[in-house]
T-cell receptor, first 115, second 112 residues
Framework: GAGVSQSPRYKVAKRGQDVALRCDPISGHVSLFWYQQALGQGPEFLTY????????KSGLPSDRFFAERPEGSVSTLKIQRTQQEDSAVYLC?????????????FGEGSRLTVL | GENVEQHPSTLSVQEGDSAVIKCTYSDSASNYFPWYKQELGKRPQLIID?????GEKKDQRIAVTLNKTAKHFSLHITETQPEDSAVYFC???????????FGAGTTVTVRA
């Protein structure tokens, strides 16, 4: 596809359920990021991949959050035992380069609501 | 880590007037400052960016200025149009730091 694709666009989960959010970055993009965007706030960094290597996971809020990108393309963000405070839009972004900041291309996000 | 503050949080302007959004940052090592526009329910999209080796950059009706000494940068939109209505985010990152730190956003409403 032409842009970053995320699925599902909307997810409602009961507290305690596990969820998995998928990101298809732009083909050939080396860098992949996950951001969390709470209502009325700017995106907050969660984790960064360079190809299949997860180089930074310092933004993950707890050990219930896990991300992977096993083949250096598609990435999955998994949240175990969801809590109400996990409710947010989860944005995936990709970038062509690996070594320096460049334009981030965002997906439309996955809106997670935890009841 | 980097802390980016953005003001105002909301801005209402008459069509044709100018809009200015200001951001400050804390990390003096930051050298890349992009601005993203996010329409309701849509993805953030880059509209302009500036690196620390320049003080100003323009692209048609949009301009960004940077004051490294004071650690602040601003977005200027001239001759605003209804399609400029959106949330605008500033961000900052340092060289070789792939992470962008975002401001909280400014909701711009252009009144017809």
């Amino acid at each position: 596809g032409a842009g970053v694709s995320q699925s599902p666009r909307y997810k409602v989960a009961k507290r305690g359920q596990d969820v998995a959010l998928r990101c298809d970055p732009i083909s050939g993009h080396v860098s992949l990021f996950w951001y969390q965007q709470a209502l009325g706030q700017g995106p907050e960094f969660l984790t960064y991949f360079q190809n299949e290597a997860q180089l930074d996971k310092s933004g993950l809020p707890s050990d219930r959050f896990f991300a992977e990108r096993p083949e250096g393309s598609v990435s999955t963000l998994k949240i175990q035992r969801t809590q109400q405070e996990d409710s947010a839009v989860y944005l995936c972004a990709s970038s062509l380069l690996a070594s320096d900041t460049g334009e981030l291309f965002f997906g439309e996000g996955s809106r997670l609501t935890v009841l | 880590g980097e802390n980016v503050e953005q003001h105002p949080s909301t801005l209402s302007v008459q069509e044709g007037d100018s809009a200015v959004i200001k951001c400050t940052y804390s990390d003096s090592a930051s050298n890349y400052f992009p601005w993203y526009k996010q329409e309701l329910g849509k993805r953030p999209q880059l509209i302009i960016d500036i690196r620390s080796n320049v003080g100003e950059k323009k692209d048609q009706r949009i301009a960004v200025t940077l004051n490294k000494t004071a650690k602040h940068f601003s977005l200027h939109i001239t001759e605003t149009q209804p399609e400029d209505s959106a949330v605008y985010f500033c961000a900052a990152s340092a060289h070789n730091d792939y992470k962008l730190s975002f401001g909280a956003g400014t909701t711009v409403t252009v009144r017809a």
